[in-house]
């Protein structure tokens, strides 16, 4: 069938929205209508890369309807509404190594989509990367569950599984920072501290859990945050992926005490895009942990209903999460261009079309 997509053609160039041709499922592929896209800031590095190949399919979390199915697929049947995510949804350690591309034509010549994408109307998705959505729930908000709810509340409950009574700190409170502040207040940390450059982002932060908020413009974060927990956090989480943030990470949680107790954990969960130097002393001084966290060590299968739960109790506010929300394809490069120039609180999203 054909349908419409934001390509990725030309560096430097908007992405390019065009008609791309898919083919009918295979076995292990579903054919899905799209309701709904987030704006995810990981495109951007995408984008950005030169060494991205063209043409390259974008996006990574929405929703949609069932349109057709592979044999081999039997979890979600034609109709059903779906979310769509790039985590896999519950791989064996035989299917874990399997590819999950897709195949599309795009201006005449077969091309290959690395995982998932959903810039565009409709995706032709392998089957790990499709989960049943529970139809009472709008199917806008939760097109971000794929990547940003999974992605920052993963980190704190998949990743870190932090704690009631324990103590948090967010560096970046995007997307990803957001949900992360959500997953703390839902994980029960009593003290959860959000730290950006952006004051109107930190206003924000704080109706989803954030207890003190810091301005790293104007303040130093780390010895802000030792002074607002007497020391340091148990976890620090950095929602941006920069060898400064990181280390500010490793340097705000709480040290061990040798012969008493172990250091806190910083957690990577932003993707660096170079090497990182940690600095000295900060290993092994203290005992502090550096885990990394991708996609929130989560298991979507399990996951994914108990954010749907959490958002229809409350607890996971999507909808205050979503603050800009785009009419259709066509406004995918005004899109980036507002996420790129910082101007999106929270999470972007573009709906296609409603049930
Ligand atoms: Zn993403």
Same mark, same amino acid.
């Given at each position: 069938m054909k349908t419409r997509a934001a390509v990725h053609v030309e560096h430097g160039k908007p992405?390019?929205?065009?008609?791309?041709?898919?083919g009918d499922p295979g076995p292990l592929e579903v054919l899905v209508k799209l309701y709904a896209s987030g704006i995810c800031h990981s495109q951007l590095h995408q984008i950005h890369n030169p060494a991205t190949p063209t043409p390259t399919?974008? $996006?990574?979390e %929405? /929703?949609?309807v069932v349109m057709a199915r592979g044999r081999q697929v039997s979890h979600v049947k034609e109709g059903d509404r779906v979310m769509v995510t790039w985590v896999p949804?519950?791989?064996t350690p035989e299917t874990a $190594?399997?590819?999950?591309?897709? *195949?599309? /034509?795009?201006?005449?010549?077969?091309?290959? %989509?690395r995982g998932v994408y959903t810039w565009s109307e409709h995706v032709l998705a392998h089957e790990q990367l499709v989960l049943p959505l529970d139809p009472e729930v709008p199917t806008d908000v939760t097109a971000i569950i794929g990547c940003a709810t999974v992605t920052g509340v993963g %980190?704190?409950?998949g990743s870190a599984k932090v704690q009631p009574g324990e103590t948090v700190a967010v560096f970046g409170v995007g997307g990803v920072g957001i949900n992360a502040i959500a997953g703390a *207040?839902? %994980?029960g940390a009593i003290k959860i501290i959000a730290v950006d450059l952006v004051d109107e982002k930190l206003r924000f932060a704080q109706e989803f859990g954030a207890t003190d908020v810091v301005n790293g413009k104007q303040t130093d974060p780390v010895e802000a945050i030792r002074s607002l927990t007497g020391g340091g956090v148990d976890y620090a989480f950095d929602a941006i992926g920069m060898e400064s943030v990181i280390n500010q990470c490793l340097e705000s949680v709480k040290p061990g005490v040798l012969g008493l107790r172990r250091g806190g954990t910083a957690v990577s969960v932003?993707?660096?895009q170079g090497d990182v130097t940690i600095k000295r002393g900060l290993f092994p001084g203290g005992e502090r942990s550096l885990i990394g966290s991708l996609g929130g060590t989560s298991h979507p299968i399990e996951d994914f209903p108990q954010y749907v739960h959490w958002f229809k109790q409350g607890a996971l506010p999507l909808d205050k999460m979503v603050t800009k929300v785009y009419d259709g394809l066509d406004r995918i490069n005004d899109g980036v261009q507002a996420l790129e120039r910082g101007e999106i609180s929270g999470r972007s999203i573009m709906v296609y079309d409603r049930p």
């Open positions: 992405l390019a929205v065009e008609e791309v041709e898919l399919l974008l $996006g990574h %929405a /929703t949609g949804r519950d791989l $190594g399997l590819s999950r591309n897709t *195949k599309y /034509t795009f201006r005449g010549g077969a091309q290959e %989509a %980190a704190v409950i *207040k839902i %994980a932003g993707i660096p």
